[in-house]
T-cell receptor, first 116, second 111 residues
């Protein structure tokens, strides 16, 4: 079964540094998402992306965050200047569209980001 | 602002018995509900869903019940198996581009 793959599985960075989290969605999917889960808390929506633009974003997704689909296969999340509170598990997801009943979200295994 | 609430952080059930995971929501605009299962070191995996126009959806051992008037849904797993031990997330959508997750319930299936 096709999978969403994320790299790296664990990223450690110093506060103030830029990080890029990478994802390869399922190849025929059209909608792409980033979610995060701070340890012990719920999975939170960050941003959705369709047709090469952001379709929706949460309050968490401020100017420090950006997403890009640079080459038609990768989908990246960039955090410009990391803060301690950005430490979390970041999940990429994709779906084929047509509503969640037709195409539920498929998640990757996540990238654990640790900001020191 | 918890729009999707899973009030039981954990639940232990004997193997072979029924597991019932509960979820409450506050947003009456939600029209689609999903359950995801998550093992350690893996992303959430879609399990089953239900549209707000239905009150029950069944898929093998998994059944989701929706009570719109009570803004409550539940996931029934019967019979429970050891491989069902995982964290279960209730999630909901307004039909837009995002789904809102609850905090999850850790299910332990006891031998």
């Amino acid at each position: 079964e096709p999978e969403v793959t994320q790299t790296p599985s664990h990223q450690v960075t110093q506060m103030g540094q830029e990080v890029i989290l990478r994802c390869v969605p399922i190849s025929n999917h059209l909608y792409f998402y980033w979610y995060r889960q701070i340890l012990g808390q719920k999975v939170e929506f960050l941003v959705s992306f369709y047709n090469n633009e952001i379709s929706e974003k949460s309050e968490i997704f401020d100017d420090q965050f950006s997403v890009e689909r640079p080459d038609g296969s990768n989908f990246t999340l960039k955090i410009r200047s990391t803060k301690l509170e950005d430490s979390a598990m970041y999940f990429c997801a994709s779906s084929g569209g047509g509503g969640f009943d037709n195409s539920p979200l498929h998640f990757g295994n996540g990238t654990r980001l640790t900001v020191t | 602002d918890q729009q999707v609430k899973q009030n039981s952080p954990s639940l232990s059930v004997q193997e072979g018995r029924i597991s019932i995971l509960n979820c409450d929501y506050t947003n009456s605009m939600f029209d689609y509900f999903l359950w995801y299962k998550k093992y350690p070191a893996e992303g959430p995996t879609f399990l089953i869903s239900i549209s707000s126009i239905k009150d029950k959806n069944e898929d093998g051992r998994f059944t989701v019940f929706l009570n719109k008037s009570a803004k409550h849904l539940s996931l029934h797993i019967v019979p429970s198996q050891p491989g069902d031990s995982a964290v279960y997330f209730c999630a909901a959508s307004e039909g837009d581009d995002k789904i809102i997750f609850g905090k999850g319930t850790r299910l332990h299936i006891l031998p």
